[in-house]
């Protein structure tokens, strides 16, 4: 009996999936719409990189919950990689005109990017307790699990709190430090991280403004473009943007 031919062979298109993933992609539009295409990928592309953000924010964590600065440094590096690459995705939607996406709004239904779920996720695993995002979180009741076990866990600020801790540095040492370490260093890449997260927060409202308005509510009845203004001021590590607005803001030595 033959133990498999070149039929059986691994490919790239097999090994990737190919055929499935290229029938992912179902415009409601009849006729098809010639924007509609590019406005599901953008949004399915994204949610593969979440997808695997989310898997890196798990190592994240896990690095950090080992002491293993060294390494959470490794991996936090690649995560603000992955976070360039989904927020340069925007620039894709900024050659959608307002009027072209008014040709295809109505068939998205109840549809809206506020319903990801992996993105609640990213911000729960990084840490977000802002009252907005909670009440946003209960809003969609039940709170989905993977979104529920990352409100459940220690925060990525207080594991490194904690490990700055069990070192004997406090966040006000850590940033006044003359001299690069790795602690610093990964203090400095949680804090690029933040300001990566807000970058593509501040984009997409500027999208979404451009595309509905200030004032027009989003897709599904959300609050649109006035909700995501008001998430671009959110933190996740607010504990060391204070330490380091006392070792260089106004009045520091």
């Not at 790239?12 to 539009?29: K, N, V």
Request: charged fraction near 20%; avoid cysteine.
């Amino acid at each position: 009996m033959s133990g498999g031919g070149a039929h059986d062979e691994l490919t790239y298109g097999s090994y990737l999936q190919l055929d499935a993933l290229l029938a992912l992609q179902q415009p409601r539009s009849q006729p098809e719409h010639p924007d509609e295409l590019l406005f599901i990928v953008v949004h399915q592309a994204s949610e593969l990189w979440f997808k695997v953000i989310l898997h890196e924010l798990a190592r994240l964590v896990e690095r950090l919950e080992q002491r293993d600065a060294a390494g959470a440094l490794f991996v936090l590096r690649r995560v603000n990689s992955l976070v360039q690459v989904v927020t340069a995705q925007l620039a894709a939607l900024d050659t959608l005109p307002p009027q072209r996406f008014a040709e295809f709004r109505g068939l998205l239904g109840s549809s809206s990017g506020s319903q990801s779920v992996q993105f609640r996720a990213i911000e729960a695993a990084s840490g977000l307790r802002d009252p907005v995002f909670l009440q946003a979180v209960r809003e969609s009741a039940p709170v989905d699990p993977v979104v529920q076990r990352w409100l459940e866990r220690a925060t990525v600020q207080e594991l490194f709190v904690r490990l700055l801790d069990e070192q004997g540095v406090s966040l006000d040492a850590l940033f006044a430090a003359r001299e690069p370490s790795v602690l610093t260093m990964l203090g400095d890449e949680l804090l690029a991280y933040e300001q990566g997260f807000g970058r593509w927060r501040f984009l997409h409202t500027q999208l979404v403004e451009r595309i509905l308005g200030p004032s027009t509510p989003g897709t599904g009845g959300t609050q649109g473009a006035s909700f995501l203004a008001r998430t671009v001021s959110q933190r996740f590590f607010p504990r060391l943007w204070e330490a380091r607005s006392r070792v260089f803001g106004a009045g520091a030595p």
